[in-house]
């Protein structure tokens, strides 16, 4: 009985171990796919220093361009919980990162919108052409959400 034992044991061990490594494998996959942002990365170290970190926003809503207003409107929706699930409450957002890059160009830049209650930007100071956007959310503590899908505005 004592061999039976230890067989299990050593069988469970290896599962343990196993489903360890799997699971440092699929978080590597991840953060291959989707590496953090440089806000991320601040995020991360300085939260090992937290005790009790609040997790990152999940930013899911869409973002959508009118793009018959003169000049076009973007909005969005404030996301309503963290990645975890946890609600994210209103009071917690701290505002907006719109990321933009004209279609002609490499260089992404940022406008940093400080209102948590303005979710939508009207593009009258965009030169024409064609730009992709997207846009990230900021918590009370500094965190940065994953950024949107991209929307591609026309601005004429």
Not at 99 to 111: G, K, P, T
Not at 122 to 143: A, K, W
Request: aromatic share 6%.
């Amino acid at each position: 009985m004592s061999a039976f034992r230890n067989a299990l044991v050593c069988i469970t061990f290896a599962v343990s171990l196993l489903l360890t490594a799997c699971m440092e494998h699929d978080d590597l996959v991840a953060q291959l796919q989707h590496p953090p942002t440089e806000s991320q990365q601040q995020t991360t170290s300085s939260s090992t220093v937290n005790s009790n970190p609040q997790p990152l926003i999940r930013h899911r809503t869409h973002t959508t361009a009118e793009q018959s207003a003169k000049p076009p409107l973007l909005r969005w929706q404030a996301p309503m919980d963290r990645v975890n699930g946890e609600k994210l409450y209103p009071g917690e957002i701290d505002g907006y990162r719109l990321y933009y890059q004209a279609s002609d160009e490499s260089r992404v830049r940022i406008i940093e919108i400080s209102d948590p209650a303005n979710t939508s930007r009207r593009l009258d100071d965009f030169g024409p052409g064609d730009y992709h956007f997207s846009i990230s959310t900021l918590d009370s503590e500094g965190r940065e959400s994953a950024r949107t899908g991209e929307v591609l505005v026309s601005v004429k």
